[in-house]
């Protein structure tokens, strides 16, 4: 085995408790004693083909000597900030926001610690390429794109054997799995393995909003076939081809792996299911939340930050969230799981009964508005709680969402049902009638599918209504005003609840946190922030609010006996940074030059 491989191997086996940072400037000293002993290591292209280590031309004559990597490079030696600059310039000479994905996954590749100082220098631009919407397209066109594997792809056909599969990832320090089953990726559907792009997406907000370090992270997709007719058609895609698996088998496939994660990782690792389809989704969460350390984003993270604009709309506009009479269009996972949470949160800042609370929210699904005795549709066991006897007056047609909204008289309105523009101007300009500031959240992803865009709703309410959407929206202007819309995004939520859970060592992940979660988020907003039409901070200060989402998330752990990580440390808040990934150098390589350069 040669030097660099050794150290590679004492890399996947560091204690949870290393600095990651101090760790690869041990390894790099490691690396130059031995050469200064004579006990070179082989072939340097080992050091250059490992993204972790690699730093491209930023490596010195010294290193590359002591490396044995001279020659192997171009003799120019840059900056990190220079090389920065490269990539920048790359990236402006790309057009088409799915050329700039590829660019970055394929710098993810190379340069580790590169890439994510690019992405979080310049988050604003790139997290809607390396995340929604740009990841939906990149998704659809995986099987074309792609060029090298990352993550573990775990199938069916493994049933009896996963712990021996994710034994192959190099790290036994993982700290977060991001894994989903593909079959309903955004709003796009069932995308099979191509899905991979969605946990692979999310891990690098959980490093660049964060600062959760990249080698405790692992994206994973579970295949089990897929339904899409024109994949199993496509002599690219590399997926199962077979229809999906369903019942017992898919089912004892997902606990072998949430069991074999556990015993690889240890308790400590959070297991977030991601993109799951709505028949999988609630009862899956609902099956394992009690024994693993795991939550579905899907659910918990969007009812997560729609809360927290809820709550800073209501520092806007005056009216408490226990006032605020709600419609969701859309009636699935996302849309139950927002629901809930709010009327939980009602409860517990209001006082009100959770019966009084779901009675201020209604939905509508495929079949019209969800009531008490609907004759068609059916109404589910998620659905139920916000079956609601109609309000007096003349019948309406419960189909239409016109006629909805002018009988429910709701002063906020929620879209979740992935129809693009199905919030008609009539519609928005009612909501606008009916309050002097309608809530308008139009959450659908990506941004074809979002219900409405933010010209509409500003236009159709004359600048009053106050706006969210799914997707990035540019600011507005109207009649000399410019209004910047809200970007309800899981990012500003799970990064840095995963970074607190972490910091703690929680072992569960109570409803609780992600109320913890949305309270700090909303505070974060400042003054100027909501002055400008902003209910979310600017995402160029997504990091620092990332940072306090953790020590809320973190604290509350400790303050509530959650957390497993002890003592609590004497300066809590010093704890989370230390354990976040630096983006703005490399680590010092130590270096001991040989006496022979």
Known sequence: MSAFEAVLQDLATQSSDTNPFEFISEAFAKLAEAHSQGDVFEHGHYLLGNSEFNRGLAFTNEERACFKIRGLLPPGIATMAEQEARALWNLSQKEKPLDKYIYLQNLALQNQRLYYRVLVNNITDFLPVVYTPTVGLACQEFAHIFSRPYGIYVTINDLGNVRSILSNWRHRDVRAIVFTDGERILGLGDLGVSGMGIPVGKLALYTACAGVPPEKTLPVCLDVGTDNKKFLDDPLYFGLRHTRVRGERYDALVLEFMQAAEELFGHDCILQFEDFANQNAFRLLEMHRNNFLTFNDDIQGTASVVLAGFVSAAKTTGVSIDQQTVLFYGAGSAGIGIAELMAVSMHLESKISLDQARARIWFMDSKGLIHKGRATGGINHEKAPFAHSLPEGPAFDITNLTEVIRHIRPSALVGVSAQGGVFTNADLKLM???????????????????????????????????????????????????????????????????????????????????IVAAQCLADFVTPEERESGRIYPDMKRIRAASTQIAFSVANYCYLHGLAHELPQPADLMAAVKAFQYITDCYPSSHRHAPSNL
């Open 432 to 514: 606008g009638e009916i309050n002097a500031r309608p809530i308008i959240f139009p959450l659908s992803n990506p941004t074809s599918k979002a219900e409405c865009t933010a010209q509409d709703a500003y236009e159709q309410t004359s600048g009053r209504c106050v706006f969210a959407s799914g997707s990035p929206f540019a600011p507005v202007t109207l009649e000399g005003k410019t209004y910047f819309p809200g970007q309800g995004n899981n990012s500003y939520i799970f990064p840095g609840l995963a970074l607190g859970i972490m910091v703690a060592k929680a072992r569960r992940v109570p409803d609780i946190l992600f």
